[in-house]
């Protein structure tokens, strides 16, 4: 959580930079107003974020439905050969910020937030039903008079004009209907001229319906009360409405009139110096700063027809940037954390609580003979985790593809620096590095590997959330996240649709995860581990078996405290055992 309200802060300040840009641009060079609307695409820029989708182009996946890397179901395996390989389940611990302690911090302070900020505009609410209680209608000599100011403007069903001597300054605000409360003193104290202006500029927040875009705002501003900017924001678009109900005064009046208008304000302010601080009114009266401001709009204001078409291409520029920001914000949005696509091919849910136990995970398995899913826990095996050691299968391709290592030399030479395990201390090569996972021999291959391929693989391959983030161990309790379904699916288009790896390639990459081989089936896998400031966090097995009549691609899951690659290796074949798939040798 605390990632994504950082990440809605981020977005939400990119774009309210660029508009305060552009606002100073047109107005300094071009004399060009925005309207107060412009404001809302903070706020979708800060939502951005949450919403469950990711905007992004389309991906053209050159997949071949007729090539099959993998050899044929129907070819039967070796006759009389048993290979055992000992895979290792070895692992560092990551020491890393700790989200979960600064999640919960985060969360707390946002309630709390929100709790102050609602109990405000419930009590903002109930001190304008106060005032609409308490004032009372004009009588028939200022009812008459309204009727004189207003001129051609008809009052609408949906505008009442009360007076009340509950305020010092005039407001507006919106209780089901627009109310403009005049102070019962500027009836008796106020020239008419004067008095004139004062109603106009009311009558344009309840014409404009500034009131109830104020109230639409303000509620935003509860959701986003984690967002320091989001008070700064309002106050603008508040002097926004104030500005433009200045304009719409200005616009009925005759040019030598606006003197004595700016004289209005500035007479209003010193005379009846308290205003009204309502969070869900406007008030004639306010504060120095936005006087200073309105009384210089007046002074330069410019009634040309203003083109739309800056408008728009302002528009479309910010909502443009908002989409493309959210391909770089997006990495920890709430569509990092799910697998969301509908499964193209049929599916069974199978009950395997017994062999979890008390683990909490998922196992999927797909049969390329079938085109079948079995799934147990589907909406746990849809959540994302980081892949780990698993991630190292897709890594040795890449090295192969790139000629970092080849089929006959996949030799790295050891470094010589003391490693945590002593299976580590040791030149490898691609099957001694997958069966004792050994991190420095992969880290070494990406490190040669550059990033926009890895990049373009992972989007044709539709690996996960595709997050490299700065490219530096990724894969380890980092960036990049993928879910249990996924794996299986991801692995099967490699190893049987995917053409841009050759068969010797894949043939390779598969006796490196070999790990039991018979007359009956051979089964090829890898585990993965993450354990994070000494608490394990994620345990996966990940592969494949080839039997004679089918391949089968499976996965394993494991998100609890005592989660391991070799726990869920263990759980794996349990199942894979009693679904007849691993026959007995």
């Given at each position: 959580?605390?990632?994504?309200?950082?990440?809605?802060?981020i977005?939400f300040?990119?774009?309210?930079?660029l508009?305060?840009?552009?606002?100073y641009?047109?107005?300094?060079?071009?004399?060009?107003?925005?309207?107060?609307?412009i404001?809302?695409?903070t706020i979708?820029?800060?939502?951005?974020?949450?919403?469950p989708?990711?905007?992004?182009?389309?991906?053209?996946?050159?997949?071949?439905?007729?090539?099959?890397?993998?050899?044929s179901?129907?070819?039967?395996?070796?006759?009389?050969?048993s290979?055992?390989?000992?895979?290792?389940?070895?692992t560092?611990?990551?020491?890393?910020?700790n989200w979960?302690?600064?999640d919960a911090?985060f969360?707390?302070?946002?309630?709390?937030l929100?709790?102050?900020f609602?109990?405000?505009?419930?009590?903002s609410?109930?001190?304008?039903?106060?005032?609409?209680k308490q004032?009372?209608h004009?009588?028939?000599?200022?009812?008459?008079?309204?009727?004189q100011?207003?001129?051609?403007?008809?009052l609408?069903p949906?505008?009442?004009?009360?007076?009340?001597?509950?305020?010092?300054?005039?407001?507006t605000f919106?209780?089901?209907?627009y109310?403009?409360?005049i102070?019962?003193?500027?009836?008796k104290?106020?020239?008419?001229?004067?008095?004139?202006?004062i109603i106009?500029h009311?009558?344009?927040?309840?014409?404009?319906k500034?009131?109830?875009?104020?109230?639409?705002?303000?509620?935003?501003?509860?959701?986003?009360s984690?967002?320091?900017?989001?008070?700064?924001?309002?106050?603008?678009?508040?002097?926004?409405?104030?500005?433009?109900?200045?304009?719409?005064?200005?616009?009925?009046?005759?040019r030598?009139?606006?003197?004595?208008?700016a004289?209005?304000?500035m007479m209003?302010?010193?005379?009846?110096?308290?205003?009204?601080?309502?969070?869900?009114?406007?008030?004639?009266?306010?504060?120095?700063?936005?006087?200073?401001?309105r009384?210089?709009?007046?002074?330069?204001?410019?009634?040309?027809?203003q083109?739309?078409t800056?408008?728009?291409?302002?528009y479309v520029?910010c909502?443009?940037?908002i989409?493309f920001?959210?391909?770089f914000?997006?990495?920890?949005?709430?569509?990092?954390?799910?697998?969301?696509?509908?499964?193209k091919?049929?599916?069974?849910?199978?009950?395997?609580?017994?062999n979890?136990a008390?683990h909490k995970g998922?196992?999927v398995m797909?049969?390329s003979k079938?085109?079948?899913y079995y799934?147990?826990?589907?909406?746990?095996?849809?959540?994302r985790?980081?892949?780990?050691?698993?991630?190292?299968?897709?890594?040795a391709?890449?090295?192969l593809?790139?000629?970092?290592?080849?089929?006959?030399?996949s030799m790295?030479?050891?470094?010589?620096?003391?490693y945590?395990f002593?299976s580590?201390?040791?030149?490898q090569n691609?099957?001694?590095?997958?069966?004792?996972?050994?991190?420095w021999?992969?880290?070494r291959?990406?490190?040669?590997?550059p990033?926009?391929?890895?990049?373009?693989?992972?989007?044709?391959?539709?690996?996960g959330?595709?997050?490299?983030?700065n490219?530096?161990a990724y894969?380890?309790?980092?960036n990049l996240?993928?879910s249990?379904?996924?794996?299986?699916?991801?692995?099967?288009?490699?190893?049987?649709?995917n053409t841009?790896?050759?068969?010797a390639?894949?043939?390779?990459?598969?006796?490196?995860l070999?790990?039991?081989?018979?007359n009956?089936?051979?089964?090829?896998g890898k585990?993965?581990?993450?354990?994070v400031?000494?608490?394990?966090?994620?345990?996966?097995?990940?592969g494949?078996?080839?039997?004679?009549?089918?391949t089968?691609?499976?996965?394993?899951?494991?998100?609890?405290?005592?989660?391991?690659g070799k726990?869920?290796?263990?759980?794996?074949?349990?199942?894979l055992k009693?679904m007849?798939?691993?026959?007995?040798q």
């Amino acid at each position: 959580m605390a990632k994504l309200l950082i990440i809605s802060v981020i977005s939400f300040t990119i774009i309210f930079l660029l508009i305060l840009l552009f606002r100073y641009i047109l107005d300094r060079y071009f004399n060009y107003r925005f309207s107060y609307k412009i404001w809302y695409l903070t706020i979708i820029a800060g939502l951005i974020p949450f919403i469950p989708f990711k905007f992004s182009l389309p991906k053209f996946n050159n997949f071949d439905k007729q090539e099959t890397n993998v050899s044929s179901d129907t070819k039967r395996l070796n006759e009389n050969i048993s290979t055992t390989n000992h895979v290792q389940d070895l692992t560092t611990n990551i020491h890393k910020v700790n989200w979960e302690y600064i999640d919960a911090i985060f969360t707390i302070l946002w309630v709390v937030l929100i709790i102050v900020f609602s109990i405000k505009f419930i009590n903002s609410l109930l001190y304008l039903n106060k005032l609409r209680k308490q004032s009372s209608h004009l009588n028939k000599d200022e009812t008459y008079k309204l009727i004189q100011i207003l001129n051609n403007y008809q009052l609408a069903p949906n505008i009442v004009i009360k007076k009340t001597a509950s305020v010092t300054s005039p407001i507006t605000f919106w209780y089901g209907k627009y109310y403009i409360l005049i102070p019962t003193a500027y009836f008796k104290d106020l020239e008419e001229q004067s008095l004139k202006y004062i109603i106009f500029h009311e009558y344009a927040h309840a014409k404009n319906k500034d009131t109830l875009h104020l109230i639409i705002f303000t509620l935003f501003s509860i959701i986003m009360s984690y967002n320091p900017l989001m008070p700064i924001v309002k106050r603008m678009m508040t002097d926004d409405n104030e500005v433009e109900a200045d304009i719409f005064v200005l616009k009925n009046i005759q040019r030598n009139e606006f003197k004595t208008y700016a004289e209005t304000i500035m007479m209003s302010a010193l005379k009846f110096k308290s205003f009204n601080k309502n969070i869900l009114s406007h008030a004639f009266n306010g504060e120095k700063t936005l006087l200073k401001k309105r009384l210089i709009n007046i002074k330069k204001i410019n009634f040309k027809k203003q083109p739309k078409t800056i408008l728009i291409l302002t528009y479309v520029f910010c909502l443009f940037l908002i989409i493309f920001q959210s391909q770089f914000l997006m990495g920890q949005s709430l569509t990092d954390n799910k697998y969301r696509e509908p499964l193209k091919s049929n599916y069974q849910t199978i009950d395997k609580s017994k062999n979890f136990a008390t683990h909490k995970g998922s196992f999927v398995m797909y049969s390329s003979k079938k085109d079948e899913y079995y799934i147990y826990n589907e909406q746990e095996s849809r959540k994302r985790y980081s892949p780990d050691s698993t991630y190292k299968i897709y890594l040795a391709m890449f090295g192969l593809d790139r000629n970092v290592i080849t089929s006959s030399n996949s030799m790295i030479k050891w470094d010589h620096k003391n490693y945590p395990f002593a299976s580590w201390n040791k030149n490898q090569n691609l099957t001694t590095a997958l069966q004792n996972s050994v991190n420095w021999y992969f880290e070494r291959i990406s490190n040669q590997i550059p990033k926009n391929y890895t990049a373009n693989q992972l989007n044709q391959l539709n690996y996960g959330n595709q997050n490299l983030g700065n490219y530096n161990a990724y894969w380890m309790e980092n960036n990049l996240k993928i879910s249990n379904l996924e794996q299986v699916i991801v692995l099967n288009r490699l190893m049987e649709h995917n053409t841009h790896f050759s068969k010797a390639q894949k043939n390779q990459l598969s006796s490196s995860l070999l790990i039991n081989k018979n007359n009956n089936y051979a089964l090829y896998g890898k585990t993965g581990t993450g354990i994070v400031n000494g608490k394990h966090r994620n345990g996966w097995f990940v592969g494949y078996v080839k039997t004679n009549q089918d391949t089968y691609y499976f996965s394993t899951h494991l998100s609890d405290e005592n989660a391991s690659g070799k726990n869920a290796e263990s759980i794996s074949k349990e199942i894979l055992k009693e679904m007849g798939v691993l026959s007995a040798q």
